[in-house]
């Protein structure tokens, strides 16, 4: 089935370790965004990406990195430099044909201890 | 800015009831607003997706209702059932960009027996 994927779904880190998310589409759509969320609040864009070996920076992309070497993956780093990644993480794509098909991934749950 | 407002934050009613969320949107111009439910520890799914000639659509239970001319949406749905407990999140992308989305911070959604 076409869908995205996002490994691992939980996920806990010691104080300055830095952890990559995986998000994995077969949807063959250009454009791939990651999102946080936290409780009681809307998603956050950390990064998004239009086009392979392209990426953007969102609204709070302090302390995290990402690559895109391939259209399917779009992986994001939480770097020791994230004062409060403890967080639930989502993926998406979104298709750039006609009104644009959005999915998202299962998230991914990061507990810092 | 682009802003999406929602309402109520927090939603209870019994098993069975009709309930009505609501969201309003500066964004502009306009192409479509997306409603998605997201349960807990879960991502979003895509409930429907509205373009600027669509006044009413209907998935199910779900009906969503579009007034592009006061900017307002509304999400309408029928007979609860349990499992409709979940974040509504009303979805606005803007049209000049293609890739820029603006959410809403969700309306959660609680249906007691």
């Known amino acids: 089935d076409g869908g995205i994927t996002q490994s691992p779904k939980y996920l806990f880190r010691k104080e300055g370790q830095n952890v990559t998310l995986s998000c994995e589409q077969n949807l063959n759509h250009d454009a791939m965004y990651w999102y946080r969320q936290d409780p009681g609040q809307g998603l956050r864009l950390i990064y998004y990406?239009?086009?392979?070996?392209?990426?953007q920076k969102g609204d709070i992309a302090e302390g995290y990195s990402v690559s895109r070497e391939k259209k399917e993956s779009f992986p994001l780093t939480v770097t020791s430099a994230q004062k409060n990644p403890t967080a639930f993480y989502l993926c998406?794509?979104?298709?750039?044909?006609?009104?644009?098909?959005?999915?998202f991934g299962e998230g991914s749950r990061l507990t810092v201890l | 800015k682009n802003q999406v407002e929602q309402s109520p934050q927090s939603l209870i009613i019994l098993e069975g009831k009709n309930c009505t969320l609501q969201?309003?949107?500066?964004?502009?111009?306009?192409?479509?607003l997306r409603w998605y439910k997201q349960d807990t520890g879960r991502g979003p799914v895509s409930l429907t997706i509205m373009t600027f000639s669509e006044n009413t659509k209907s998935n199910g239970r779900y009906t969503a209702t579009l007034d592009a001319d006061t900017k307002q949406s509304s999400l309408h749905i029928t007979a609860s059932q349990l499992s409709d407990s979940a974040s509504y999140i009303c979805v606005v992308p803007e049209a000049n960009s293609g890739y820029a989305l603006n959410f809403g911070k969700g309306t959660s959604l609680l249906v007691t027996p």
């Open positions: 990406s239009q086009i392979v070996n392209d990426f």
């Open positions: 998406a794509a979104l298709s750039t044909v006609g009104t644009g098909e959005l999915f």
């Open positions: 969201c309003n949107y500066t964004v502009s111009p306009f192409s479509n």
